[in-house]
């Protein structure tokens, strides 16, 4: 599972370790969009709390009938809900990606993605990732931070990790 804030590259790397590995790639947002539409307007329409309920339904039913064998790359908020971490946990380790928080506003400047605050972009990175980082660091089996890396570099990164995880559980 890759999970941290927005911008910290997860749909990306998901993507790549996916191809590298021959795992599918499920992304949760991909899944409420592909069934609900896009989540701007979803959350223009009804508000985050029900965008969460969506996310959390998503992963129930990730978990259920393709967790396996599969990279997955969850919203940035999903871990904030202990019950989607419960059910995620299942079947993986949680690979936290970070980054500067100037890296991240210059990848997310641009997003179509909803305010999750109505401040500036600058100040909602700042208050949210704040409020989030104890929730990742508690949840997170390793951290890798993206500031510097490729999502070439850190796809690899995490196929290290994996590759000695597999020779932990194979001797």
Not at 30 to 52: L, M, P, Q, T
């Amino acid at each position: 599972m890759l999970i941290g804030f927005r911008g910290t590259g997860k749909s990306t790397v998901g993507k790549i370790l996916s191809e590298q590995t021959g795992l599918k790639f499920i992304s949760t947002d991909d899944e409420i969009e592909r069934a609900n539409g896009k989540i701007s307007e979803i959350v223009r329409a009804n508000g985050w709390g029900y965008f969460r309920e969506l996310e959390s339904r998503a992963i129930e039913y990730i978990v259920r009938e393709e967790i396996d064998n599969a990279v997955i790359a969850t919203g940035g908020g999903a871990v904030m809900n202990s019950k989607n971490v419960q059910n995620l946990k299942k079947n993986g380790k949680f690979f936290l990606l970070i980054a500067d928080k100037e890296r991240i506003i210059s990848r997310i400047r641009d997003s179509d993605r909803p305010s999750l605050t109505s401040e500036c972009i600058e100040n909602e990175a700042w208050k949210i990732l704040n409020e989030r980082l104890p929730t990742y660091l508690s949840t997170a089996d390793y951290i890798i931070d993206t500031t510097n890396l490729t999502p070439k570099e850190t796809a690899e990164k995490i196929k290290e990790i994996m590759k000695k995880l597999s020779a932990k559980n194979d001797s």
